[in-house]
């Protein structure tokens, strides 16, 4: 599988875009006027304590307080809990927090819609192979390196690393990256955190509250950080100035990748190479065509996503079963890819169409299970439920896609759809109605969008006819090319 990763940097926005065997896979988007937080750790003020809720609100010096809850300032007090086959207690959080407390915490979800951010008092610092976390004991390691050897050889090395540095107390997680990495490139990550470690303790004994005191690396350095893998086979970045930063940083913490760095100079948007331009616009619409025929309706709410599966115009060759069977399997692909382009998160419920044989069944969930595998973001998926539904939830952060690049709709609300006009006509009835009651007048003026009042001088001329008749006054109509399909006025003259 060939994998390359382009960064489109600009002085209002950078994008990357994770491209797999031609197609885009991953859409990152970091806009200067409204950059991600999520790493960020803040020194904060706690200014509301929720006994109710088990949480508080800190004010971390943005537009709206964020949120913490009891279990994640529970967590960074006692350290990782081991697993238990009990319920977990969750400590009161007046117990924890006081109103006017200054408070060291770290984003983990940037704002969404009208939430606030999370946060967690629980600070983990990443580098390339490692995360450090302060003030715990725990060593992890990631689920993704799957070798046992490897597993105990990193596990045993971070170990004996840990036990020699006795100035710093903290824990680590080995992440997926570390897998084969030389000894000395882990210990001098671990040096490297250490330093970030103790410049950030120096910053939270000075600094005020609200205040940041680590803001995490621009997005085009992130990406070096977290996306870029062995199989990686070019990484394109179309301004100087940022491949010039990126070089320095893959020549001082991961030199194997050097080569694999380039700087685009070309005329052609470094973005229409592989037409990326073009996916993310199709991100953008509810509806995914399959190349069978069939297509996917994915619709994104406040609570969770739901997506549909429809043969549509694929017909199939052998029977029907056969028929929803490739269309579900082709679908599952599909799905997997969509949810890492669109950065879905959350609750996802998919509605397979209706698969009479168990084994078809197995497969097509089989197929969504291996795909997910590439995702970075972490997943969990159930069986298929007594409704035919397959429920999941994949991990959110940050905003999708389209919370993103879109905002809802003024006109309709965020609704998707729009009053008809002859629906409006009707309201534009009852309104002259109620209006005749109250109010003493001669004549009514009637202001419209265009297409409601062509309506009212057409098909409902004979309705304005017995409505003139009836209130025995004239009424008179006026576009207003500014009006929306659902406005309108009701004037008295």
Not at 167 to 185: F, H, K, L, M
Not at 215 to 225: E, G, K, N, S, W
Not at 337 to 360: C, K, S, V
């Amino acid at each position: 599988m060939s994998e390359e990763i382009l960064i489109n940097v600009t002085p209002v926005e950078t994008r990357v875009a994770l491209v797999e065997n031609g197609m885009l896979q991953e859409a990152y988007i970091e806009r200067t006027s409204r950059k991600g937080i999520v790493g960020n750790i803040y020194k904060g003020k706690v200014v509301r304590v929720l006994p109710g809720m088990e949480a508080a609100f800190v004010d971390i010096g943005l537009e709206r307080a964020a949120f913490i809850h009891a279990s994640d300032v529970a967590c960074s007090q006692s350290g990782p809990e081991e697993p238990s086959d009990g319920p977990k207690t969750v400590p009161d959080i007046r117990t924890l927090l006081r109103e006017g407390q200054s408070l060291v915490v770290q984003v983990t979800k940037d704002p969404i819609g009208t939430k606030g951010a999370r946060l967690t008092t629980q600070l983990s610092i990443p580098s390339r192979y490692l995360v450090f976390m302060p003030g715990v004991s725990h060593i992890g390691i990631s689920q993704r390196i799957e070798d046992d050897n490897e597993r105990t050889r990193l596990k045993t090395l971070i170990e004996e690393a840990a036990e020699k540095s006795d100035d710093v107390q903290g824990g680590y997680i080995i992440r997926t990256a570390a897998e084969a990495a030389a000894a000395e490139d882990l210990i001098a990550d671990m040096a490297y955190l250490h330093r970030l470690s103790q410049s950030i303790q120096d910053r939270i004994g000075s600094a005020p509250a609200p205040s940041v005191v680590y803001q995490d690396l621009p997005l085009f350095i992130r990406t070096i950080r977290d996306l870029i893998r062995p199989q990686t086979e070019k990484v394109r970045i179309d301004s100087r100035e940022s491949y010039q930063r990126v070089i320095e940083f893959v020549q001082e913490f991961v030199t194997e990748f050097a080569d694999k760095v380039e700087y685009y100079p070309g005329e052609r948007p470094i973005f229409d190479l592989y037409s990326v331009e073009d996916e993310i616009q199709k991100a953008l619409s509810r509806k995914v065509q399959l190349k069978s025929g069939g297509y996917v309706i994915i619709d994104q709410t406040e609570a969770m996503t739901t997506i549909d599966i429809n043969t549509g115009a694929f017909v199939g060759h052998r029977n029907l079963e056969e028929t929803i069977f490739k269309t579900n399997l082709e679908a599952a692909r599909a799905i997997s890819r969509q949810l890492r382009l669109r950065n879905l998160g959350g609750i996802i419920i998919i509605d397979f169409i209706d698969m009479d044989d168990p084994e078809h069944q197995r497969q097509v969930h089989r197929m969504l299970e291996k795909m997910l595998e590439r995702d970075h973001a972490k997943t969990k998926i159930t069986g298929v439920s007594e409704l035919g539904l397959v429920e999941m939830t994949r991990k959110r952060t940050t905003e999708s896609l389209g919370q993103v690049l879109c905002e809802p709709c003024p006109i309709c609300d965020g609704r998707g759809f729009l009053k008809t006009a002859e629906t409006v006509c009707y309201e534009i009835f009852r309104e002259i109605l109620r209006v005749n009651r109250a109010y003493e007048a001669e004549n009514y003026l009637v202001m419209a969008s265009q297409k409601v009042v062509d309506r009212l001088l057409d098909e409902e001329s004979d309705n304005v006819a017995d409505l003139e008749t009836f209130i025995s006054k004239t009424i008179r109509f006026q576009v207003e090319p500014f009006y929306s399909q659902e406005q309108y006025d009701v004037v008295l003259l």
